[in-house]
């Protein structure tokens, strides 16, 4: 049978696409290469959240083309995901050895286009059209393909994104909110810890408004609520009346599967970040003390300029609430640089915001215009130079904070899930504490899956160094 190898740009959300689209082909018959010179098939699954993501993918499959026409005559190309959603037909004009398109709602088909591709039924295919649920097809994950099923699983609760922020392409690449129905993950979820799994992450754009909205699958049973029948205004949002919100509910449901050990989710929205989900962290202990919550800015005038719908204020108060809960929670964040019209003043309430929250970690981003957001349009676009500028400057403050936090752990003891050997230490083990610290020790394959208390020996910038340890201060870091 034809090999394929895929690789992925972005986020953990294409990841996961990835993942789903090799177990239908493996599931298919299909075997999975080890490296691009080895397959049949090459398919990049796209980002486009900027401009740079899209170039990276543009070169590489430039030179993929360029290769196949030397060596490979016979191998199909394939574009998937966000660029292939928003420039469809285009790729293919701007590569014409392109032979498969596929838009970001219809992973599903891909084996189907690359048997008809392969058998010479078509010639090429370029497919973006949206799907009624399409939501509830990326639930496989790989067995014996590319890796066996690990320790930690990403588990996709939605698709689509309605926030519709002035810098963001992400509503138009992926489309309307739609979420799968609990019954659906938790079986899911079901499945993978009976094949070992012991930490599953909840996906989303913006999980937080998980089972908000319509377009649930239809084998949802009554008892599941779902979004109209539980939406009084501003659910588990900021003021709420005490409702528990569909994604709680989801929340809940998983954490009572037997054998999972721990539960994340990635990325909550801050305007969803209700009490209902802020109280779940003291009363469900699978839900681990780690909390993603892009803030984007730290100026309220550019706030509402990317129509985020919170104030500083609010963000602050949620850190806040979070923290009388679970003391020791980590926090980590995104932030975008050079958004238009920002200027020095919007950047120093940034940087005093990274100050007060001493925030874990933080993903930096240099705004990038992107297609038809309303940003794009906007006046006074920063120029690169300033971008790049702020970027440094965030970044020191940002790698200082955390440099301090990690080095406050040394002597400290906290729990790890074991994940495997260390990607830059193979000889050693890693594991990640329940706030999303790796920590390296000494350890074996016996390990592999094990819950442990390590006592922390030493602190790099992005990794902790632990020692097995016997005891536990019970707390959490
Ligand atoms: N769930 C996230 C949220 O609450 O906004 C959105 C996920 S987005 C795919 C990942 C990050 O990319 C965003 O949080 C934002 O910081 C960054 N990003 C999105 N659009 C961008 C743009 N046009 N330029 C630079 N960074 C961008």
Do not use: W
Request: glycine fraction near 8%.
């Amino acid at each position: 049978m034809p090999s394929v190898f895929i690789k992925t740009y972005g986020c953990q959300m294409n990841e996961r696409d990835s993942e789903a689209v090799a177990a239908q082909l493996v599931a298919k018959g299909y075997t999975l290469a080890s490296s691009e010179g080895l397959a049949d098939i090459i398919l990049l699954n796209t980002c486009s959240v900027r401009d740079l993501a899209e170039q990276k993918a543009l070169r590489k499959m430039e030179n993929l083309v360029a290769e196949a026409r030397r060596e490979r005559p016979n191998q199909v190309l394939g574009f998937m995901g966000c660029m292939a959603q928003s420039r469809g037909q285009q790729l293919i004009d701007l590569l014409p050895d392109v032979d498969l398109v596929i838009g970001t709602q219809k992973f599903h088909r891909t084996a189907d286009y690359l048997d008809d591709i392969l058998a010479g039924r078509r010639d090429k295919a370029v497919d973006v059209a949206a799907e009624a649920n399409s939501q509830a097809t990326i639930r496989e994950h790989l067995v014996n393909g590319n890796a066996k099923t690990g320790v930690t699983a990403f588990v996709s609760i939605m698709q689509g994104c309605n926030q519709y922020c002035t810098f963001c392409i992400v509503p138009y690449t992926r489309g309307e909110e739609r979420s799968r129905t609990i019954p659906d993950i938790v079986a899911e979820c079901r499945e993978l810890v009976s094949r070992g799994v012991k930490e599953i992450t909840l996906l989303g754009q913006i999980v937080t408004s998980y089972g908000r909205r319509g377009h649930v699958a239809a084998d949802v049973s009554p008892r599941h609520f779902f979004p109209d029948q539980l939406a009084p205004t501003d659910v588990g949002g900021f003021g709420s009346r005490r409702t528990t919100s569909p994604f709680v509910q989801l929340i809940e449901a998983v954490h009572e599967i037997e054998g999972l050990e721990r539960i994340r989710f990635t990325s909550p929205h801050p305007k969803g970040y209700g009490d209902d989900l802020v109280e779940a962290y003291s009363r469900l202990p699978k839900l681990v003390e780690s909390a993603h919550l892009p803030v984007q800015s730290g100026s309220d005038r550019l706030l509402k300029l990317m129509h985020r719908g919170y104030t500083r204020e609010r963000y602050l108060a949620i850190i806040e609430k979070l923290r009388r809960v679970k003391a020791k929670i980590g926090v980590s964040t995104d932030i975008i640089v050079g958004f238009p019209g920002e200027t020095e003043e919007d950047f120093d309430q940034t940087l005093s915001l990274v100050r007060e929250v001493q925030f874990d970690q933080a993903f930096i981003f240099k705004y990038s215009a992107r297609q038809d957001t309303p940003a794009a349009d906007m006046p006074d676009q920063v120029q690169q130079p300033f971008k790049e500028e702020r970027n440094q400057r965030l970044l020191a403050l940002v790698n200082e904070i955390g440099s301090q936090r990690h080095r406050s752990l040394i002597g400290s003891h906290v729990q790890i899930l074991v994940e495997g050997p260390s990607k830059k230490r193979p000889d050693r083990f890693m594991g990640r504490t329940r706030c999303n610290k790796i920590v390296v020790f000494d350890g074996s394959e016996r390990h592999l899956g094990q819950i442990m208390d390590v006592r922390i020996t030493r602190a790099g910038s992005f990794t902790l160094y632990g020692d097995p340890a016997i005891l536990n201060d019970g707390g959490c870091q």
